[in-house]
């Protein structure tokens, strides 16, 4: 689904080691801009750096701030952004807490049921974190009836 307002609203410059390449119309279609905040959240698995883990927290709110078909309904965007984003950051939090060794002497479905459920304690707080401030950030919200 392609959004027409979107288009060569950014241009990024990327480089490359040795040579510059030029990306133009990065935000073709708005799932190149939900993407970000998803590959920050890679990155941050593979290289757990400070700087990752602030790119990735600060990126939904910019994107969701700057997209002009999020206005006033930046509560929704931002849930469903952060829901794809946190997934391998929860992962990776779980797989390290199993890697603490406290869970040796459980067996294998007491282990996925624990994952599952720190799972879904991570992501519950992650949820309301990124939508109070997105509240407090953007107060004029329009009613989502669901």
């Known amino acids: 689904m ?3 307002m979107l288009v060569n609203w950014i241009d990024v ?6 040579r510059v390449v030029f990306i133009d119309r990065l935000a073709k279609d708005s799932y190149t801009l939900d993407l970000i905040p998803l590959q920050l959240s890679l990155a941050f698995v593979f290289y757990q750096s400070v700087l990752l883990t602030v790119l990735m ?16 309904t930046q509560n929704i965007w931002m849930f469903l952004i952060v829901s794809v984003t946190v997934i391998p950051v929860n992962s990776y939090m779980i797989c390290a807490i199993f890697s603490l060794g406290s869970l040796e002497d459980y067996n ?20 309301i974190l990124f939508g109070v401030i997105t509240r407090l950030i953007w107060r004029n919200q329009y009613k989502i009836n669901l």
């Not at 927290?57 to 006033?72: C, E, L, M, R, Y």
């Not at 282990?111 to 992650?126: D, N």
């Open 2 to 4: 392609t959004y027409p």
């Open 57 to 72: 927290i600060i990126s939904p709110f910019v994107i969701v701030g700057t997209v002009p078909i999020f206005k006033k």
């Open 108 to 127: 294998l479905f007491n282990k996925i049921l624990y994952g599952a459920m720190l799972y879904c304690v991570f992501f519950s707080v992650e949820e």
């Open 13 to 18: 410059k990327i480089v490359n080691k040795d």
